[in-house]
Each structure stands twice: as structure tokens, then as C-alpha cells.
């Protein structure tokens, strides 16, 4: 799926404003610019509220239409403590962007900054869904073959099992709402397909997944990711996290290697030139940023992750992905969900 | 790394005898016999002992030097509970296989049967190495950059700390003696660098790694694997085996997608003729077979796992490397090693 399908299907109807940080990303603040510039014109009903250094945004939005500048005088390192930076840092561009949605000036936040630290903003200072035990980090993996939902993919190293099941319904929403996928089929990534199948936690898993969730289709293995068999994967944040790493070395290691194949000899040069365009394209599928980044599910308000290597089309996707989960109101959604039809369940994870 | 460098370092003095399962392997036994002729033309000092139906074995046996056959009456199929099977049908050519080996009429084992089965038949018939809590299934990564050994990749899908030190130690051993790797360092797999990232469990790992393994690198995230970032990866068998399938996964879709491309027209037939040859080499290098198989270590003996889907190249692999395994003593340093050192994290791993 190329970047012009995945965006084409957004109803931009409706006015959304996003709360986004100037900071966030490994070349901040010129890319995010660019990539709020770009989805600025690529959505006419689009307004954006531009967190970070007042020298940085306020001459941007004095530029810009439906460009709003809230300046702030502190940043969130890459390599700070996500919580404590959180709490302490009151005036980062990064907690300043969150709490424009707590606040109601936002309906959204995308920022390409730190995960851990967007993951504690959206928990503490946006909050979360009630009902929700845990936050989900989702990601859509950047399968050639289909876009698959995988949740949760870091926010969650310790698990239990109920956790899986609201990741899993989270997700069930995300996959309908901004995929675009009909009645989508969950499975658990396990070691094998049998239900007796991987550690007493995996068979817990399975078990309460078969019990609960109505579009349960059984355990995934490893291949079956990017493979797209299925059309959301669910997993613990710790597996989850080590896998999507996995596919991104693999696919980087091997596009690499095939560069050096192409680039061997003149003969090999004037070949590859014959397979740019389809080269191009497969890079482009395998490339997370044509989906926007990470969905932070559970938490009141939409809030995306970007790569922190974002260019800014990816910057540009982000921005325009949030708009679109709060314009097909996943968030609230998920809200209903979780107020109708699993109060016993998060009752349960409390008092587990 | 191709197939002829694996190969050429292995001594090839001592005369050694494996057992091996001729019906092990989706294209058994044709693929096996083929494997064994293979084997036995390229190491005079092999000899083979050939366990499956006497009409398969008889033949074979009567027309190949250095080859006996032990006719079985059994099979174990891959869909079996392994260790039922292995405890029911003793004259299956899996069990009799390992039977050879804890016999002493053979010294390693191969089979490309069921890992499940191996793996039971391997503690339960050939016996575990004194002072290994639980043996460990590893392999050697099959990735373009250079070939890392990543243990546990399913043995374990329950582990404790003491048991991923001793995955490391033994990983160690096997990545010195096989592979050749001059004091190969470990990393841990989790989803940070940071000591205090991870699961409980994680963080419990890397503690005792830093504290008690000499040549502990620290901790290794997914995109390290491919990428050859350390020697030698060490995981619980849950993460490991969802990794590995993750890795083979994405190999395999991305390949596919090239060849969608390069069939896609006259021109890019023609051009993908120049980058037949290096092509060639990257799928072989990233093809599991080439490193022929995956050793179970920690048992009594050398004993390798094929691949389902092995040919008969990759049988012969599996068969030379099990010859390989036996003469760099791989079994009984680990052995030593234990007697010596770990007497204590044994008790311990027990008493736990």
C-alpha cells in the first residue's frame, strides 16, 4: 500500500486541531516543520497548535494559516527517564503538546520524540480510557503484502493476560477505524498453533482470548507477520517490541545487501536501474512512516508516536493519521467499548 | 557466508558415526538418503548409522560404505505431543536414533523431524550434561552480515534467570568450536541498552548475565540480530523462537516481492539477469540450511535439528556439522565446564 492509498480513504470534513511538538524527532525542529507545512496543505480543515522554542514557533505560525504557536522553554532528551522527565519537565514541548488535548485545545498530539516519554504524557497528563488497565503502543507493520495491526509493541514489558484482551479489542478498533479492514481477525503471537502451545503465560493468554473475544482466529507464529495472515497480531509490549526491531534489522540488513549487489559492477548498475520504480515502492511498503507512526490506544484523545528518524512526509503522515483517529472517533469508541462491555474484566486487572 | 567456507575449516581426521533418522523431514526419506551419499563422499572418516523401515535403511546400507541400518517399526509424525511419542513409540528411527547415541555405538545424532521430538528424545533418551538445568535449542543465524548464534530459540518457552546464563555458556562453547568465533561476546535481548530496561524477568537476566558472565556484552535489541551487532544472542526460548520465525519470515516475503518485480516485464527480466549471481549468494547466506541445523546443547552427545523443509544439501550439512560437534568435543567441554564452575547456579536452578 503506498502512501496516496493509505491517506485517500481520510474524511476530511471535519475541522481537527493537533497539538504537535516542534522538538520531537532526530531533526527537529526543521522536519517537523516541513512535515506540519505539508499536511497544513494536504488538509484545508486542518489547524495545528506548534509546541517548542517561541524563536521556532512563532515565526512558523505567524507564516502560516490555522497555525497556532504555544511556546515552551524546556525539551525531552532521547535518552531522559521517560516518567521523571514527564514530571518534571512541566514546560516541554513535548508534556505542553499533551496537555493542549487534556486542556481541550487539541483533539490529538503527534510527536516523533521520545516513545517512553510520549507514553507517560499520554498516560499522565492526557489519561487513560476508563476501564483500560494498560495503554497500548500499536503499530501498523510494514508488511508488502498488507498492512497488519500489531499491538502492543513496547509500552507494556510485564503483562497479564487481560491486558492482552483490551489490547486486542483496541486494536480491533484501529484496524476498522484507520485501516480500513472489514471485521478484522486477531491472532496471538505464539510459538506454535496448538492452543497447549508456549509458556503458561502464552496458554493463559490463549485461553481468555478464546473465551472473550469474538474475532479470535488462534496463535500466530513469528512468520505469519509479515506475512499478513492475519489482520492484527497481538502480543506482550516485551515480545511485541523485540519482534517489530527484529523486521526492521532484517529488511534493513537485507536492502543493504542488495545495494551492494546492485552497485558491484557496471553491468549490475545498468540492471538495477531496470527495477528503481519497483525497488522504490517495495522500500516505500516496508517503510513504517507511510502508516504515521505509532497509536498510543487506550488513552483519552488520539496520540501517535513518530519514528525518530521521521523525514517529513513521515512528519506530514503523523500529523494527518492523528486527524484521522480523532475524526473517526477511535478514541471514543474505545471508550464505549470498554464503559458497556468490560467494566468485570478491568475490575478483574485491578484487583489482580 | 557460503556453504563451502562453513565447511572447509572442519577437521576431518577422527573417525566419528552419526545416527540418523531417515524418515525425519517433509521429503523423507528420499531427500535423507540423498543427504547421507552426500555426507558420507565428502568425509571419509564418517561413518553412518541409518534408523528407519528396514526396506528404506536395508538397501541403502548394502550399497554405501561406512553405512549401517538399524531397521525401525515406528514413525513420529510432526503433529505428535513430543514426549508422548517419544516415550511411547521406542522403536520409532527418532528414538532409535538417539537409543544409538546413549548406546555408544554413535556419538551424535541428526534428524530434521519433529523439534519437539528431538528435543524430547535428546534429554529424555541421550540424557542431560550433569549440572544443565534445562538443554537448549540454538542456531546459528543465517544472516548476510556474519553468523551470530541466538540461543534459546525454543526449547524453553518457560526460563529463569539461572537458565539463560547457562544458554549463554554453552552458546559460547558452540560459537567458539563451530563456528570459530575467538572470544565471542553475548548480548541479551531486550527492548533497550539500558540495564533497568525490560520485564521484571529482563531486568532479573541482565543482572545476573553482568554479575556472573565473563564475556557479557550487555543487552541487544531486535535490529542487532541481523546486523551482527554481537556474537552471540542469548533469549528465553518463547522470545527466541517468535524472533527466528520473525527473521525467516521477513527473509522470505521480501524475497518474494523482489522476484514479483524482476518478473513484472521483458526489461526487468533482462536486468535482474546481471544480479543473478549475487542474488544467489544473499538468499544462501540468509538460508538457515547453510549452517546445518540447530544443535540441542546441554544434552550427552552432539545432537542437530534440521529444518522441515531441508534438502538434501542441508541434510548433508546437518550430518557433517554433527561430525564437527563430536570432534571439537562441544558435549564434553560443556560438560567440564559445569563440573567446575556451576555446581552452585545448578543447585540453585533446581532448588528454585
Known amino acids: 500500500m503506498c502512501d496516496s492509498d493509505f491517506l485517500k480513504g481520510m474524511a476530511m470534513a471535519q475541522e481537527v486541531t493537533i497539538s504537535v ?3 520531537g524527532g532526530d531533526n527537529a525542529p526543521s522536519v517537523v516543520l516541513e512535515g506540519c507545512e505539508q ?29 497556532e504557536a504555544v ?11 521517560p516518567a521523571n522527565a514527564v514530571r518534571k519537565k512541566k514546560d516541554s514541548s513535548l508534556v505542553v503538546g499533551a496537555r493542549m488535548v487534556k486542556e481541550g485545545r487539541a483533539q490529538g498530539f ?8 510520549c507514553l507517560a504524557a499520554a498516560t499522565l497528563v492526557m489519561g487513560r480510557v476508563k476501564g483500560v488497565a494498560r495503554p497500548a503502543l500499536a503499530s501498523v507493520v510494514p508488511s508488502p503484502v498488507r498492512p497488519v495491526v500489531m499491538s502492543d509493541i513496547g509500552a507494556n514489558a510485564d503483562c497479564k493476560p487481560e491486558y492482552l484482551l483490551q489490547f486486542a479489542v483496541m486494536a480491533t478498533v484501529y484496524a476498522e477505524k484507520i485501516i480500513g479492514i472489514e471485521n478484522p481477525q486477531v491472532a496471538y503471537l505464539n510459538i506454535g498453533e496448538e492452543e497447549e502451545k508456549g509458556s503458561q503465560f502464552a496458554q493463559e493468554v490463549h485461553k481468555l482470548l478464546r473465551e472473550k473475544l469474538p474475532n479470535f482466529a488462534g496463535n500466530a507464529e513469528g512468520g505469519d507477520i509479515m506475512q ?49 520504480g519497483g525497488l522504490k515502492e517495495l522500500m516505500a511498503s516496508v517503510n513504517a512512516d507511510t502508516y504515521g507512526g505509532a497509536p498510543i490506544l487506550g488513552v483519552k484523545g488520539a ?6 528518524s521521521s523525514n517529513a512526509t513521515a512528519i506530514k503522515n503523523g500529523i494527518l ?32
Chains 1, 2 share one sequence.
Open 303 to 308: 496520540c501517535l508516536v513518530g519514528h525518530g
Open 21 to 23: 511538538d516542534a522538538l
Open 321 to 352: 493519521t492523528s486527524a484521522n483517529v480523532v475524526r473517526t472517533n477511535v478514541s471514543e469508541v474505545i471508550a464505549d467499548y470498554f464503559a458497556k462491555n468490560s467494566k468485570p474484566a478491568s475490575e478483574e486487572a485491578k484487583e489482580a
Open 110 to 117: 503527534f510527536s516523533a520524540g521520545s516513545t517512553g516519554a
Open 228 to 276: 499478513g495472515t492475519y489482520d492484527i497480531i497481538v502480543t506482550d509490549g516485551f515480545t511485541g517490541n523485540v519482534c517489530i526491531k527484529t523486521i526492521e534489522g532484517t529488511a534493513k540488513v537485507l536492502f543493504k545487501s542488495l545495494k551492494g549487489i546492485m552497485m558491484s559492477s557496471l553491468a549490475t548498475k545498468l540492471g538495477a536501474l531496470t527495477l528503481k
Open 39 to 67: 499536511a497544513l496543505a494536504a488538509d484545508s480543515q486542518l489547524h495545528i497548535i506548534l509546541c517548542g522554542p517561541a524563536e521556532v514557533v512563532e515565526p512558523f505560525a505567524a507564516t502560516h494559516e490555522r497555525c
Open 71 to 81: 511556546a515552551t522553554t524546556e525539551s525531552i532528551s532521547m535518552g531522559e527517564h
